[in-house]
């Protein structure tokens, strides 16, 4: 009788990006902590030795965990990804049905006068097509007219969307058409400096693009993406908005905690988060994973879980905040056979209740 060795690799990947965002949660948690501690109004000997003993021993110690639980959580996706070179997952992670009808997820080896792609593509994003020139106008660079293929990277496609959705001209700006060669050239950052990456004019049927099915500037940002990450396509599933934002504007970012239980901060308001849209900032929110090893899913059947979503607004009473879903303006079924919808507005108590978090830019105007 055979036997199957290695790791039930849906669940591995699951645990590993558990371990990874919560190993940065808690690396964020520390920050605050000292924060809280450092600025407590309390003087003296005691007060001295109190936030000395926190910063020498609690707060490393407590950072060396958090540091550890990330690793760990890395080389578990490591291994997964080893086992199983798939994009299959859990909802958040790639589009809201897998491999859409009509595609047989064949690899574009040998197809006559095809470019090769980056490396490492799962079998679900199809065959390899040229996209030529892709609109690029201000209407076509929205949050609502992206739709994620079947790779697990809604954490770069909401943050792409929520910079198209404050300043589209800077999109515009980033992204060059070389049509005497067939390439495009986007301009992305690292630690602030501009980093060029040049890419082919072709794509794989079942990667980001409009909701009509057709290539589109997030096509050609996804693909880029796959480049500046290390280029294979696994290297782009499963990262932090962070680090979307801080790759595609070369500014920095900041992140809140949405859970009223910490007891250090409290969550910002609705009012805040709209004001941050209202100056030109990209914002995002991010739902909880869910998955079985830490916390639970959202309580409301229409989000998904494990899930970066792009912040459209807040209602000029503060009372509702609106958010789009990279899935596409349709939304989709998820894998709990609920249906979750394109667009959301929810008021406070619900986002509160279905969210985990928020991650803001700079504004790049």
Not at 244 to 267: F, H, N, R, V
Request: charge should be negative.
């Amino acid at each position: 009788m055979s036997e199957m060795y290695g790791a039930d690799v849906e669940a591995l990947r699951a645990l590993g990006h558990a371990m990874k965002e919560h190993g940065e949660t808690l690396e964020l948690a520390v920050g605050q902590l000292t924060d809280a501690v450092t600025s407590v109004q309390w003087s003296g000997q005691d007060h001295e030795e109190f936030v000395n003993e926190w910063q020498v021993g609690h707060a490393v110690a407590l950072l060396a965990v958090a540091q550890a639980i990330a690793a760990a959580g890395a080389k578990a996706v490591a291994n997964a990804d080893a086992q199983e070179q798939t994009s299959e997952s859990y909802d958040g992670g790639g589009g809201p049905s897998g491999i859409p009808e009509g595609t047989d997820g064949s690899s574009s080896e040998g197809q006559g006068n095809k470019r090769k792609e980056p490396e490492g593509a799962p079998s679900g994003l199809g065959k390899v097509e040229d996209i030529g020139a892709v609109p690029l106008d201000t209407a076509a660079i929205d949050a609502s007219k992206i739709e994620q293929g079947s790779l697990a990277d809604c954490w770069f496609l909401a943050s792409a969307g929520a910079v198209a959705e404050s300043d589209p001209e800077w999109i515009q700006e980033h992204i060059k058409y070389n049509a005497q060669d067939g390439t495009y050239t986007v301009t992305f950052y690292r630690d602030g400096e501009p980093v060029e990456i040049t890419v082919e004019d072709t794509a794989y049927q079942n990667a980001a693009g409009d909701p009509s099915g057709d290539p589109s500037w997030i096509t050609v940002y996804e693909k880029a993406a796959v480049v500046y990450m290390g280029g294979e396509y696994g290297d782009i599933e499963y990262d932090s908005a962070s680090k979307a934002m801080e790759m595609i504007t070369g500014k920095d970012t900041s992140s809140e905690s949405l859970d009223p239980a910490l007891p250090w901060e409290d969550p910002p308001s609705l009012q805040s988060i709209g004001e941050r849209v209202k100056n030109g900032e990209p914002v995002v929110a991010a739902s909880p994973d869910g998955g079985g090893w830490f916390g639970d899913p959202p309580p409301d059947k229409e989000v998904v879980n494990n899930h970066v979503y792009t912040v459209q607004g807040v209602s000029e009473d503060g009372k509702t905040i609106t958010l789009v879903n990279p899935w596409g303006p349709d939304g989709g079924t998820g894998s709990d056979g609920n249906t979750k919808p394109g667009t959301i507005t929810m008021s406070a108590d619900e986002f509160y209740e279905n969210f985990d978090s928020v991650t803001y830019g700079e504004s790049t105007k």
